[in-house]
Each structure stands twice: as C-alpha cells, then as structure tokens.
C-alpha cells in the first residue's frame, strides 16, 4: 500500500531513492514510497512517534550516568532528536550508510549539526569494527527497504557492539524478523553469546526489542524502576511507565 500524502522531497543514489512525505500530521522517510522507515509528527518534531522507538528508550533505566550514545542507522533521527534534546551534555555518534539519508535528515527532519552530535558516513558493521569511542549505550536500528540488514544478527557485529560499551553500557536493538526461521536462529545466537547479559520483549506490532548488557543486567526494584520512568517520562515525553510495567511480566 502507498505511503498517503505529499511527496515533498525525493533523490535517488546508487542504492536507490529516498522519499520525504508530508501528511496533515506526519514528516515521513520512505525508500520505497510503501513503508515508513521513519516518522515524526509536526507538532512534536524532537519527539518519537513510532512504538518501537519509544520502547527502545527502555535502556535508559539501566544507565546510571549518561555521557555518549551511538545510533546505528540515522534515517530520519528521531532517536538522535529526542535524546540531543533531552539531554544537554550527551555526545551522540550516529552512523548511516547512506549520505543521501543523512542529508534529507538534516534539511527535511531538522536533525542539528552541532559539535555534540556527530554523523559518519559508513557501514554500521564496518564501523563498530574500527572504532575506539566507548560508549554508555548503542542504539542499533539497521533497516533498508528489503527489511532488517543481516548485519544487526551477526555474532561479529554484536559483539563489536558489545566490547564499544563502557563498564555498564548497553545495547538496544530493533529486531523484525522478515524470513522464516530467523526469530528461532537470532533467539539461539544471543543465548550462545551473551547467556546471562540479554533481555527483550514484544511490542504491539511484533517488533522484538532486544537488550545486550556489558555485565550483568542490574537489579531494580520496582519502585526504581517506576521512579527512573517517571523522571525519563517528562525528558522525552514518552510513555515510559508502560516499559517500565513489561520489565515485570
């Protein structure tokens, strides 16, 4: 089914075209014209309208000190929006494979350019691979429009993830299993690399949202948990009493 709205914006590169759309409501990025591989609203531009965003916040709660993000894959950068925003002294680091993304990014979604922000122009696993930025959380989110890239499902991509993270650092991934058999296979993978250090849930919608702990994941009380949500709540505004409530089901 076609996106409905306007196209405002649209450029095409050796990977193919990348679509701006405009709703009454809605800012949206699409490679295809079909689905939405990001979306703002137009009266809340900094904040995160899509589920499994909102719920990949949830890695927050396990952050003590908040100092530096990463974000694997841009696309529109809700995500490097809202936390840029929300907290004033973080230095962001997001990577996109596409500079054609990043650019519509900037003019079209209002991502900043700034020096606590920064974006790299490369492949997300070839990256990880190089890097010496450690990092207190990584937010991993690598679509195109074929679906999840396999990349994000590769024991050599997660634990290059991994060793970037600092003492208690986390990682977050959007998981939407597109092949038969890959939810079974990718479940068997996190268990055989980091028994002991994963949680996740299911978000309505059916993404899986994982988390991947430098050590071991901390113990919350429920009423930390729900203290920490509170807090988190009004910095981005995003309902996080609701993920807070799935870490005790």
Known sequence: MDIKGTCIASTIDEHGPVYVYQTKKNLILSFDGKIYQSCIKLNNINGLSLAYTQAMMAALFFIPNLKTAMIMGLGAGSIAKSLYHAFSALTIHTVEYRKAVADMA?????????????????????????TQIKTDVIFSDLYSSEGMESDQVQSSYLRDCKNALTFDGVLVLNICHTKVGQREAFDQLLEKEFAGQIFSFIIEGGNKIVF?????????????????????????????????????N
Do not use: W
């Open 212 to 248: 991947v702990f430098n050590n071991k994941m901390p113990v919350l009380s429920e009423d930390e948990l729900l203290a920490k949500a509170h807090t988190l709540q009004k910095l981005i505004n995003v309902p996080m009493t609701r993920y807070a409530g799935l870490l005790f």
């Open 106 to 130: 900037i003019k079209y979604f209002e991502v900043p350019v700034s020096e606590r922000l920064f974006i790299h122009i490369d492949d997300a696993a070839n990256y990880m691979k190089k």
